[in-house]
């Protein structure tokens, strides 16, 4: 696309994207998940831990991600095995499990935490009340990546939703079942 040649104020300033990679982002192997499961573990990163599983779990976009309250994740004292968001950029619901490692993180985490269920599960530390911004999810996503050694640039939150989808895929080949585990509307 580039600069317009009809705006006079844009004249000789080059495109916000020159030099960035555009397209798709790649999605995480298992090797690259376990790597980062551990590195999480060695520094006791427990919310960020207890974050990345289920981003992987739940082929969420950062956005829903982030605003997951308590009550969608737990039921009396324990955490469910599945769990269901509406989507926000699609307003479609979509289900989605919880594995049993990731049900650990989580309680250990929320037990930490506190909280009610109608707090978010991961809040923010700048706005009392508030859930973790999708920028700073993003940020932590780098910073993931970066810890074991993969270029940020071709990683992010996206690619935490396409990880699962794309191991599930290899695993069966079957686009249909990643169609409704993403919520598409098309396949």
């Known amino acids: 696309m580039g600069i317009s040649q009809y705006d006079p104020a844009a004249a000789g300033r080059p495109a916000w994207n020159v030099g960035r990679q555009v397209g798709a982002k790649r999605a995480l192997k298992v090797r690259q998940i376990w790597s980062i499961r551990f590195f999480l573990d060695r ?5 960020d831990r207890a974050l990345f ?9 950062g956005c829903d991600l982030v605003k997951i309250k308590i009550g969608t994740l737990v039921t ?12 926000q950029k699609t307003g479609r619901p979509v289900q989605f499990e919880i594995t049993t490692d990731t049900r650990a993180n989580l309680l250990a985490w ?3 935490r506190g909280g009610s269920v109608d707090d978010f599960a991961f809040p923010s530390r700048v706005t009392a009340g508030g859930h973790l911004s999708t ?5 932590l996503v780098d910073e993931w990546v970066t810890a074991i050694g993969l270029a940020p640039e071709e990683y992010g939150t996206h690619s935490m939703r396409r990880t699962k989808a794309s191991l599930i895929y290899k695993a069966t080949g079957n686009l249909r079942a990643i169609q409704i585990l993403l919520g598409h509307s098309k396949i």
């Not at 520094?43 to 919310?47: C, D, H, L, Q, V």
């Not at 599983?53 to 976009?61: C, G, H, T, V």
């Not at 920028?135 to 940020?139: D, I, L, S």
């Open 53 to 61: 599983d289920p981003a992987i779990d739940s082929k969420l976009r």
């Open 110 to 112: 929320l037990e930490r």
């Open 43 to 47: 520094e006791g990163r427990m919310r």
């Open 76 to 87: 009396g004292p324990t955490i469910r095995s599945r769990s269901m968001v509406i989507q």
């Open 135 to 139: 920028r700073q999810y993003a940020r």
